[in-house]
């Protein structure tokens, strides 16, 4: 039996697109897994596809923006299988497609209150878990609009860059004790997410696609290829990197 066989996973946004794929492949080496989601559809789908595959999955329902239901999926995995030893915080949303000055405040919100709050509270109650069992590994999913500016995703932008400062910080203050933090910085990638983007904003997406050099979209699998190793001992010296995988794009 290999180490991984009895660790644990917590990914937020896991029902469908990054988060689904990360499970995955997680899966493939016997990780256990808490997926969590605010659609409980999306969620259950991806736990019988884990499942299949033999390891033990249980779903829950969240509204990352609100810090009791993060508390709650924290506590429920602990409750489930003991620890958590990694934390994919993958949970978020593009936000309207439209240039900031015409952002309403609730939206401007929303999508705050997911992104980056969400992902804070995700960081920190997880933390207090790692910090009592030894440690572990986080992976934030961050984007190429954290890296540099990008026309009518303002909200979405401030959030990602946001993610960056969260993930570089707790690597500062906690890679002493036992806790691996990394971020993600990924291209326009082939997900639910981007696939209603890209229907809602026509107009505007064909230039996303031509602007990145590879000249197509990311595939989720790809993203999750990476996800897996930096959540993995493989990677243990690696800690408050980001890591752009965008075809090219910010390389510019």
Same mark, same amino acid.
């Given at each position: 039996?290999s180490?991984?066989k009895?660790?644990v ?6 029902g469908?697109g990054l ?9 493939e080496?016997?990780?256990?897994i808490?997926i ?10 991806t ?13 829950i ?9 993060v508390?709650n999926?924290?506590d ?5 299988f003991?620890t958590?030893? @990694? ?5 978020g949303i593009s936000?309207p497609?439209? #240039?900031f000055? =015409? !952002?309403? /405040?609730?939206?401007i ?6 992104n980056?709050?969400?992902?804070l509270y ?6 207090e ?6 440690g572990g ?16 995703v303002g909200?979405?932008?401030a959030?990602?860059h ?19 933090i ?6 326009t990638?082939e997900?639910? @997410?981007?696939r ?5 904003n026509p107009?505007?997406? #064909?230039?996303? =696609? !031509?602007a /990145?050099p590879q ?5 989720p ?15 243990r010296?690696?800690?408050g990197a980001v ?7 910010t390389?510019?």
């Open positions: 039996m180490e991984t009895s660790k996973a917590v990914i937020t946004g896991g469908s988060g689904q794929s990360v499970a995955l492949k997680l899966a080496s016997g990780i256990n808490s969590v989601d605010i659609s409980e559809t999306a969620g259950q789908e736990i019988t596809l884990l499942k299949q595959k033999g390891v033990d999955a249980i779903f329902q969240a509204d990352v923006s609100r810090a009791e239901d508390k999926y924290v429920r995995t602990v409750e489930h003991g958590i030893d @990694m934390f994919f915080n993958n949970a936000g497609g439209t #240039q000055a =015409e !952002n309403t /405040i609730e939206q919100n929303q999508v705050v209150g997911i980056l709050l969400g992902g995700g960081i920190k109650y997880v933390l878990v790692m910090l009592q069992h030894g590994s986080i992976v934030n999913t961050s984007s190429s609009a954290g890296l540099v500016g990008q026309a009518t909200s979405y932008s959030t990602k946001g993610i960056i400062g969260i993930t570089r910080t707790v690597a500062v203050e906690y890679a002493d004790q036992g806790i691996q990394n971020a993600i910085a990924p291209g990638t997900t639910p @997410m981007v209603q983007y890209r229907q809602d107009e505007t997406f #064909q230039a996303v =696609e !031509n /990145i000249r197509r979209l990311g595939q699998e790809e993203i999750a290829d990476l996800v897996a190793f930096l959540l993995s001992d493989r990677a010296y690696i800690n890591i752009p995988i965008d075809g090219g794009f390389a510019q």
